[in-house]
């Protein structure tokens, strides 16, 4: 199916192990995001990448790591986990264009850290 | 830094009562402006990109307008199927990454 897919949808771990969460689209769209949402702070920006290969800060990095080895898949890992990252987590694609490009999301995954 | 301001934080309606969510942002060249609906367990669906001011979107109940320094989506006669969270984001500067609003929680009542 086209479109852009996450997995798990659901995650529930504990504190200080590692986890992967999915992220895969369809639409060979250059740009990929990552995004977590909570209450109170709405939606964040982790980490972006403008291409394969290239990745970029947003504005909540710390405890996290992305790859993006091929153009559809952009993966985020908690590399040790802790309660703070509990949250719903949301990748979205764009394509690349000369003006403002909207991004679509994913269906999100939320995570549980205990 | 981009930033959005979203007011009010929560809105509840009458069915048929129309009314307006406000959009407030600062960005550095803007270029774009998404609306976007949030229903509760899912990611957001794009709704508008407004471009530049004056520009004004439409699509069945709502329509979004566009001015240098905030958006407004306007709800028409509004049903219960409309209820949902409204978040608003800006794109601006060289790259592409959207900055988004907390959001309008809007709740429309039978």
């Known amino acids: 199916d086209a479109g852009i897919t996450q997995s798990p949808r659901y995650k529930i771990t504990e504190t200080g192990r590692q986890v992967t969460l999915m992220c895969h689209q369809t639409?060979?769209?250059?740009?990929m995001f990552w995004y977590r949402q909570d209450l109170g702070h709405g939606l964040r920006l982790i980490y972006y990448?403008?291409?394969?290969?290239?990745?970029d800060k947003g504005e909540v990095p710390d405890g996290y790591v992305v790859s993006r080895s091929k153009t559809e898949n952009f993966p985020l890992t908690l590399e040790s986990a802790t309660r703070s990252q509990t949250s719903v987590y949301f990748c979205?694609?764009?394509?690349?264009?000369?003006?403002?490009?909207?991004?679509?999301f994913g269906q999100g995954t939320r995570l549980t850290v205990v | 830094e981009d930033q959005v301001t979203q007011s009010p934080e929560a809105l509840r309606l009458q069915e048929g009562e129309s009314s307006s969510l406000n959009c407030s942002y600062t960005v550095s060249g803007l270029r774009g402006l998404f609306w976007y609906r949030q229903d509760p367990g899912k990611g957001p669906e794009f709704l508008f990109t407004?471009?530049?001011a004056g520009e004004e979107k439409e699509k069945e109940r709502l329509k979004a307008t566009l001015t240098k320094k905030e958006s407004f989506l306007h709800i028409t006669a509004p049903k219960p199927e409309d209820s949902a969270t409204y978040l608003c984001?800006?794109?601006?500067?060289?790259?592409?990454?959207?900055?988004f609003g907390k959001g309008t929680l809007l709740t429309v009542n039978p």
């Open positions: 407004l471009y530049s």
């Open positions: 639409w060979s769209h250059s740009y």
């Open positions: 990448s403008a291409a394969a290969d290239i990745t």
């Open positions: 979205a694609s764009s394509a690349r264009t000369g003006g403002g490009t909207e991004a679509f």
């Open positions: 984001a800006v794109q601006g500067g060289s790259n592409y990454k959207l900055t």
